[in-house]
């Protein structure tokens, strides 16, 4: 059986900035770069202060390497005083002359924004010259953009061959990837076992999100046998390297006692780590935890907090169960405007049907609070959960 591709390591993940905006990388990709040019290595050397003033000069006579590790060191910050507009300069320049690392390196500035306004269109355009002169992390990037329709018309089969060229080189997030459109049949005949190939090449090298697609398929038995013991293996090195999806299965297995002896403390050191990432089901999960008492001290407040925390993001389960302490003022002020919000929002979002528990709020509200419920209803917005990842180096 297939299964719809939906995109675990999109851009949107793997470009996130940290407050200081200093770039960062996915998870598992730490270690792959392009092949370098051995005799550009040894004419520039591990940048300190005194060599680049040299290197700047080497930049500003027209060295497109130069010119990109200028770029680099500008965008860093932590060389030359960073500044990202001088660094959108460097890589331009270098771009326009060839240089296959800059082009790649501006298509990350312009796809997120830093050192010049966002522009998908060109961040794309720029990928895909750095992807033709072989760089992977291009490739990987123009592959997503592709399957995303991000910046450019969505081509499922420009995707699969994008992501192939990069997955051939060992990078672990397009393998990842590319068994994800095996795996859904998107682009191309669904083919579960060449899907679990992939996922195992980049489970292999540390990729926490190969790690949990694997685990995946070996829950399901989407390739074969279902496989307890392999999938908790493979969600547990996930879960170690804090991917959250995978620390939010962890805690659900040692909730229900799945594959594992059930232990609720277990539990709920696992769902906070995956709720404390912004993970809205786990933030649901602990907040049952909390308000059933169960491996924790019961405490209606610490569940009205979570509950929220996953409401507000638009957890369908979180907004019935947020709803129900607002109805009877447990953990948080009784308050039936916030009860019925709650409610409406839970029924549109896929969570509880709650018609009973509206005609019980509408038998006892005014008109004018009801009216004020809906207007709150009309204007909600989900909350986009914001969590730095750990810092690395995205630029080439």
């Given amino acids: 059986m297939c299964h719809p591709w939906h995109q675990s390591i999109g851009l949107a993940f793997v470009f996130a900035l940290v407050l200081n905006l200093n770039v960062v990388d996915a998870r598992g990709e730490k270690g792959l770069r392009p092949k370098r040019d051995k005799n550009a290595e040894k004419q520039f050397p591990s940048l ?226 995956a709720a404390q990432q912004g993970n809205a089901d786990s933030q649901n999960k602990l907040g049952f935890l909390y308000e059933q008492g169960q491996g924790v001290t019961a405490d209606d407040g610490q569940a009205a907090d979570w509950f929220a925390k996953a409401a507000e993001q638009g957890d369908g389960h979180a907004q019935a169960n947020l709803a129900a302490l607002y109805q009877s003022g447990s953990g948080v002020p009784r308050d039936l405007i916030q009860a019925y919000k709650w409610y409406r929002l839970s029924r549109q979002n896929g969570g509880l049907d709650g018609s009973d528990q509206l005609r019980e709020l509408a038998d006892v509200m005014t008109t004018d609070e009801i009216t004020e419920s809906e207007r709150l209803v009309s204007e909600w917005q989900p909350h986009k959960w914001s969590s730095p990842v750990g810092e690395a180096d995205l630029l080439e």
Avoid at 106 to 121: D, F, H, K, S
Avoid at 179 to 205: I, P, T
Avoid at 219 to 226: C, P
């Fill in 48 to 273: 300190n202060a005194r060599n680049f003033a040299n290197l700047l000069r080497q930049a500003q006579h027209g060295d497109r390497r130069a010119q990109t590790r200028v770029g680099v060191a500008f965008a860093k910050g932590d060389i030359a005083r960073q500044n990202l507009v001088e660094a959108v300069r460097w890589f331009s320049e270098a771009a326009e002359g060839g240089d296959p690392h800059a082009q790649h390196d501006l298509g990350i500035m312009l796809y997120l924004g830093v050192g010049a306004e966002r522009n998908l269109p060109l961040a794309a355009k720029w990928f895909e010259a750095a992807a033709q002169a072989g760089v992977p992390q291009a490739q990987f990037r123009a592959g997503t953009m592709y399957g995303n329709g991000e910046g450019v018309l969505k081509n499922s089969g420009k995707a699969l061959a994008l992501l192939r060229q990069a997955a051939v080189q060992g990078l672990a997030p397009a393998q990842n990837n590319l068994g994800k459109m095996y795996r859904s049949g998107e682009g191309v005949a669904c083919d579960n076992l060449v899907a679990m190939k992939w996922f195992a090449m980049s489970a292999e090298q540390g990729d926490a999100v190969g790690e949990f697609d694997l685990g995946v398929m070996y829950w399901n038995g989407t390739a074969g046998q279902k496989d307890l013991a392999k999938a908790l293996y493979w969600f547990q090195r996930s879960a170690n390297r804090g991917y959250a999806e995978a620390e939010r299965v962890i805690g659900w297995w040692y909730r229900d006692g799945i594959g594992v002896t059930k232990d609720l403390q277990a539990a709920r050191t696992w769902l906070l780590k």
